[in-house]
């Protein structure tokens, strides 16, 4: 997916972010803290994470949709889009006996 993504964004004429340093910085998802949570905030941070990347796809999709950029738009809803909504739900379900609780500030 990371790929099909950096090759629109390159065929598009931009510059894809590959390196990890460069996507550390740019991202939205909060850095975990150094050490190791237990798992229920593991997973409660990975939902989180799942629902920003679903949050940013679908305001995307909906600028490509309003410049008229149809495969744009296709790659987020089909891939990014699909495939994040999927991931939440099979998280959220390990979640469901237990409480989802809060990510140390």
Not at 30 to 39: A, E, N, Q, T
Not at 50 to 71: C, F, K, P, S, Y
Request: charged fraction near 20%.
């Amino acid at each position: 997916m990371v790929d099909a993504i950096a090759e629109r964004i390159q065929s598009l004429g931009g510059v894809s972010i590959a390196m990890a340093h460069d996507v550390a910085e740019m991202t939205l998802i909060p850095r975990p803290p150094r050490g190791r949570d237990r798992v229920p905030v593991q997973l409660t941070r990975l939902l989180h994470a799942h629902e920003i990347v679903l949050q940013e796809a679908r305001t995307m999709a909906r600028q490509a949709t309003g410049a008229g950029d149809d495969g744009t738009n296709d790659l987020l809803v089909s891939q990014v889009i699909r495939t994040n909504e999927q991931q939440v739900w099979f998280v959220a379900e390990h979640l469901v006996d237990g409480p989802l609780v809060a990510p140390a500030p």
